[in-house]
Every structure is written in C-alpha cells, then in structure tokens.
C-alpha cells in the first residue's frame, strides 16, 4: 500500500514557476514509477510526466516538453514535478500516481494523490 500527498500547487502568472511535490508513505517508494497528470473542469485526466523507479527514463506529454522537468529524491520518498513557463491552459488539478510499470494510461496506476490547484492567470 502506498499513500501519496501533493503539494505546491497555487496561483501563478503566465510566464510563471511553480515546483510541485508528491511525497509517498509506505515501503518500497523506488519500485514504483511515478507519474503525474492533471485534470481540468469538464475533461478527462490527462497524462503529463512519467519517471522510472530510479530515474533513468522520463517522458513528457508534448504540450510540456521543454517547460516541465519530472525528478525524484528516493531517499526522501519524493517526486516532483517543475512547472516553469507557465500558461493558462495548464490550469488544471494536478495529480500523482504510483505504478509497478512505467505507463502514460491513468487506468494502470494503481495509487493515486488527492491533488493540487494550479492556476495560471493570464
């Protein structure tokens, strides 16, 4: 079992940075991937960042690429999530997950956070 609480998420301006956190409780924090995605009102759950149990391999939805850096600290059972560049249309709910296998598919992560705001104001 594992339980996973979000954190920094808040109002930002267009242009700006937030660093979100997502800290597990539990055993084993580096044999899961960790995964983040977001939620705006009115649509599905998209995927945003994944990354391997030890950091080897990440990847990025598209529209994030080159603004958004996903890390992980193991010793401190934390993956984060850099939000730079920040736009409007990434205001979302924003959530962490825990997986055995790296996947983009929401409906394979088996532990999930409660979430976090991020807004971005124009």
């Given amino acids: 079992q594992v339980q996973l609480v979000e954190s920094g998420g808040g109002l930002v301006q267009a242009g700006g940075s937030l660093r979100l956190s997502c800290t597990a409780s539990g055993r084993a924090f580096s044999s899961y991937a960790m995964g983040w995605f ?11 960042a994944l990354i391997s149990q030890y950091g080897s391999n990440t990847d990025y939805q598209d529209s994030v690429k080159g603004r958004f850096t996903i890390s992980r600290d193991n010793a401190k059972n934390t993956v984060y999530l850099q939000l730079n560049s920040l736009k409007p249309e990434d205001t979302a709910i924003y959530y962490c997950a825990a ?24």
Wanted: proline share 6%; aromatic share 12%.
């Fill in 38 to 48: 977001r939620q705006a009102p009115g649509k599905e759950r998209d995927f945003v």
């Fill in 99 to 122: 997986d055995r296998i790296l996947s983009r598919r929401p409906d394979e992560y088996d532990y999930w956070g409660q979430g976090t705001q991020v807004t971005v104001s124009s």
